[in-house]
């Protein structure tokens, strides 16, 4: 038998090394959004507070922040606040003695409440067109030292 003449394979060849890739980059986060007017009311409506008259989303946000479920109060001031009170929201009710006002429900309601200058004549979901209305004011808590440096 004739012997067959072996060929030496070449040896092969070794492929380039690939380049590392650019390590991936995390997307970045998305800013988070301000709820929408729709997702507020939704929310109002389910804890009981009225929606605002303006319709407003920075009026819904505010009334989502600062008012509690259930109706609001009507009282008179049984007493003067004076000016032990001048830096708490008593000092708010400026009105004429006899004045009737509403008061939401919220902290700053049961901070007046519990002074005792004042009388509850009752309590109803809407105030009256012969109302004081007296709602929370935007600056509650640096106005009246809730969060502030006191």
């Known amino acids: 038998m004739p012997e067959k003449a072996t060929k030496k394979k070449a040896p092969a060849k070794k492929a380039a090394p690939k380049p590392k890739a650019a390590p991936k980059k995390a997307a970045p986060k998305p800013k988070p959004k301000a709820p929408s007017k729709a997702k507020m009311s939704?929310?109002?409506?389910?804890?009981?507070?009225?929606?605002?008259?303006?319709?407003e989303a920075s009026d819904m946000e505010h009334r989502l922040k600062h008012w509690l479920p259930g109706m609001g109060y009507m009282v008179r001031i049984h007493r003067n606040a004076g000016k032990r009170y001048?830096?708490?929201?008593?000092?708010?009710?400026?009105?004429?003695?006899?004045?009737?006002?509403?008061?939401?429900?919220?902290?700053?309601?049961?901070?007046?409440?519990?002074?005792?200058?004042?009388?509850?004549v009752g309590r109803v979901a809407k105030p009256s067109a012969k109302m004081v209305v007296i709602d929370v004011p935007s600056d509650y808590e640096e106005r009246f030292g809730n969060g502030g440096n006191k």
């Open 42 to 55: 939704a929310e109002l409506k389910e804890k009981g507070i009225p929606l605002p008259e303006s319709g």
């Open 86 to 120: 001048a830096d708490h929201p008593l000092s708010l009710l400026t009105a004429p003695r006899k004045a009737l006002y509403w008061l939401p429900a919220s902290e700053m309601t049961d901070k007046i409440l519990a002074t005792k200058r004042v009388v509850i």
